[in-house]
């Protein structure tokens, strides 16, 4: 038998891409590839990547420059670019950049082993199609190899809200379901696999429509796995959240008390521009609503800051919605020209004014987000283990609302479950006693 091939991957962007380099990695597996994380002794290199700012686009080409002096000293060297990167540019990365021989889209990945045969023939390979198949179907089973206690699932893909300043729904296409009992059967597999927690995933996870009752149903279906203790899902749009959802998070009990909820901004006027389809005022009863049904729920969220238009005024509104619903984790960003989107085309904000305003809202959303994480300090929790810590016998797992909590480790394995008390709060992590 021949020596088997190292694949590289390096992946960018949002959990969706962790998980297709994972069943990137699997397919090309089928080929004899084993996975390396030493890029030098690599056959082929991956860059799994992120169109969604700028920041993130710009990373690849440069990881790509870096990448020649690895390609010049072994000249058989495979480079492929995936993910969404390769959809909205790949063949100007093909014309443009001789070392690249292979750009699959994200619709694309099944079609990995003939690609891979292609360049095996001296050929360059690309494929951005939007197939009709069902990728996953075609990815066929997954290996049944041991894995962590943790796991992202993808269920949906793509979005058709189609947000002004936002590529998703132009470079992972229009909204799609995997269908339910193919989803249940992975998420089987999973947990005999070892899997104790999953994330279902997807651009606009809570449009999900494969079963019955929708995302909700998915989840009651899902918390009847034996052996799988913990459901999440990300990422929602508010006028998804259906009240089948809602109420899913005061019923379920392996549904976690977290929910990532973007609202991008807190000005009418704004959200308006952003084509959102609802008002801050809107957002906020939602969130009444939501920590009716589960008052403990820990809440984050996306902003933009600088859209188009944006005046001081709008930001402060912002600045007070993220005062009145205080948010344990978030995410913000300086608003990003993408080319092809409406907001582009739209008069802009200085950058200096942008910068300003991002640094206001994180030293908000920071003082939020230590103020609630200090709040469990004294306050008993699960926590599933995951991996052992710096310091000797220590171990590191998150808790229901997705803290990291560090635990002196005496007994304590990988993949248990086990009630802490919380004891102090740090930087960005919790420290307990086992109960
Ligand atoms: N500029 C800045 N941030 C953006 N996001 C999406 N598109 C842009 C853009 N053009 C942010 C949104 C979204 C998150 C995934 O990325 O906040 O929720
Ligand atoms: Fe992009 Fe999310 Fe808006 Fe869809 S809902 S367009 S993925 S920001």
Do not use: W
């Amino acid at each position: 038998m021949s020596l088997p091939k190292k694949l590289f991957i390096k992946t960018y962007g949002c959990q969706m891409n962790v998980y297709d380099s994972e069943r990137m990695s699997e397919a090309l597996g089928g080929e004899g590839y084993v996975p390396t994380d030493r890029p030098e002794e690599a056959d082929m290199i991956l860059l799994n990547t992120c169109h969604i700012r700028e920041k993130a686009a710009e990373k690849v080409y440069s990881e790509l420059g870096r990448m020649r002096g690895l390609k010049e000293a072994r000249p058989d060297l495979k480079i492929g670019v995936a993910g969404c990167v390769a959809q909205a540019e790949g063949e100007e990365i093909m014309r443009r950049q001789p070392l690249v021989d292979l750009v699959v889209g994200p619709q694309s990945y099944h079609r990995l082993p003939q690609m891979e045969a292609r360049l095996r023939a001296g050929e360059r390979a690309l494929d951005t199609d939007f197939p009709e198949e069902d990728k996953f179907a075609h990815l066929g089973k997954r290996p049944k190899a041991a894995r962590g206690p943790t796991a992202f699932l993808t269920v949906q893909e793509g979005c058709d809200k189609f947000c002004a300043f936002c590529v998703v729904p132009y470079t992972r296409g229009a909204e799609v379901s995997r269908p339910a009992a193919r989803i249940i059967a992975e998420a089987r597999e999973l947990v005999e696999r070892g899997v104790r927690e999953i994330t279902l995933l997807g651009q606009n996870v809570n449009a999900y429509h494969g079963h019955e009752g929708g995302l909700a149903g998915l989840i009651g279906a899902l918390a009847r796995i034996d052996g799988l203790e913990r459901l999440r899902y990300t990422t929602s749009h508010p006028n998804d959240m259906d009240d089948a959802l809602i109420a899913a998070h005061g019923e379920e009990a392996k549904l976690m008390p977290y929910l990532h909820l973007p609202v991008q901004s807190g000005s009418d006027r704004v959200l308006k521009a952003m084509n959102r389809k609802h008002t801050a005022e809107g957002y906020l009863r939602l969130i009444e609503r939501i920590r009716a049904a589960r008052p403990d729920i820990l809440l984050s969220g996306d902003f933009i800051v600088g859209f188009p238009g944006e005046t001081e005024e709008d930001f402060e509104a912002t600045m007070a919605l993220v005062r009145s619903v205080r948010y344990g984790q978030c995410y913000s960003f300086k608003y990003s020209t993408r080319p092809g989107t409406p907001a582009a085309e739209r008069a802009q904000v200085g950058e200096a004014e942008k910068d300003n305003r991002l640094q206001r809202l994180q030293a908000l959303l920071t003082q939020q987000q230590r103020a609630l994480q200090d709040e469990m300090v004294g306050r008993d929790v699960s926590v599933l283990f995951e991996r052992s810590g710096r310091e000797p016998g220590q171990m590191v797992g998150k808790s229901d609302h997705l803290h990291s909590v560090h635990v002196a480790g005496e007994g304590i394995a990988r993949g248990d479950l086990r009630r802490v008390r919380i004891t102090a709060s740090g930087t960005n992590s919790l420290a307990g006693t086992l109960l």
